[in-house]
């Protein structure tokens, strides 16, 4: 006899894991219709440039916080110094008062007035003329001289305690730009990962193009354009010995430069001394316009003046760019020209 009972309907819990894995896959294929293409050679490079750009900006923040530590350490060196010499100072003139004192009690006792001169606190003594006229005049002007140094000893400690409270907040502040310089190339890096080793060959093969072509125009003009002054031609020349040389952040030379650090030894070799940042060097001479640039004189690019270069003639810059790339020339109209100056 045929069997007549209904089919197993499913249960509940089993709809409705079903209808959400469909879901799920209906979502995952919409997401994959919809997701971002990877981006172009083109695209990569933009960001990347970006990204390095807010680097070199945090790298002159970085050097001039390094340039501030190393000025407070110095400060606070000397301070330290002068605090030791004059508690040094202060033990003898106490001394001399306390071989007083000694002389007195063999003699007999100590004088009242005398043991006044002795405390720790001259200069309430001073205050009651009444008992001045109870002391010689060595005796008083020793005292004075006690007061005097006390109170200067307690400006120094002052100011030390200060000194080293602002070096501890610039240690923090190098410490941050440090990290975030770090964090930006990581960033750039990982985009240029992105890219296959091909593509990146490519960009850095239009680069070099470039760079030549930049060498070429300053060259044919070397013999038009006359240097500003002789210091800024030679700087200039100093500066060419150091095409190829890599970029590396908070670095001076001679075998890497950061922006101002390449600038700032190129002119060092003529015997200037150009302040460590790019918007301190741009207040180191005379701005000029974009027509009075003469080779050898400073070029200031983007609005917060964080980048620095030598200008090399022929609109090219001579200059250390960025991370990944090293000394070499550019045409000026890459990057937001602010103005020049010359180094007197």
């Known amino acids: 006899m045929a069997s007549h009972r ?8 089993r709809v409705t894991v079903l209808t959400a894995t469909a879901a799920a896959a209906v979502a995952l294929t919409s997401q994959a219709a919809h997701a971002d293409p990877k981006p172009t050679k083109s695209e990569v490079k933009a960001k990347v440039d970006k990204l390095y750009e807010e680097a070199e900006v945090a790298t002159e923040k970085f050097n001039g916080a390094k340039e501030k530590q190393g000025e407070l350490e110095k400060q606070v060196e000397g301070l330290r110094d002068k605090v030791a010499r004059g508690q ?11 071989s007083m004192a000694t002389a007195q009690y063999r003699s007999g006792g100590i004088d009242p007035s005398l043991q006044l001169l002795l405390s720790s606190d001259p200069d309430s003594y001073l205050a009651k003329a009444s008992t001045l006229q109870q002391l010689s005049g060595k005796q008083v002007e020793a005292l004075r001289k006690i007061a005097d140094k006390q109170r200067t000893l307690t400006q120094q400690r002052t100011e030390a305690t200060t000194k080293l409270a602002d070096l501890e907040t610039t240690r923090k502040e190098l410490g941050e730009k440090k990290s975030e310089v770090q964090g930006k190339l990581a960033e750039a890096q990982k985009l240029l990962n992105t890219l296959t080793a091909q593509e990146r060959q490519e960009i850095q093969e239009q680069e070099q ?6 060498q070429e125009q300053a060259e044919a003009a070397s013999n038009k354009e006359v240097p500003a002054s002789g210091r800024g031609g030679a ?22 430069f950061d922006c101002s650090g390449f600038t700032g030894w190129a002119y060092a070799q003529v015997g200037v001394k150009l302040p460590r940042i790019s918007q301190d060097q741009a207040n180191a001479g005379t701005r000029i316009g974009r027509d009075e640039l003469k080779p050898g004189d400073l070029v200031i690019f983007y609005g917060d003046l964080h980048h620095v270069g030598l200008y090399a003639g022929n609109g090219q810059v001579l200059h250390a760019p960025r991370t990944g790339t090293n000394v070499r020339y550019e045409s000026i109209n890459n990057m937001p020209f602010q103005f020049g100056v010359r180094i007197g």
């Open 209 to 214: 193009r470039a760079s030549r072509a930049g």
């Open 6 to 13: 209904r089919p197993k309907q499913p249960t509940r819990a």
């Open 235 to 256: 700087a200039l020349a100093a500066g060419k010995t150091k095409i190829g040389t890599p970029y590396v952040y908070g670095a001076t030379g001679p075998n890497s």
């Open 88 to 98: 040094d100072e202060l033990n003898k003139l106490r001394g001399g008062l306390g």
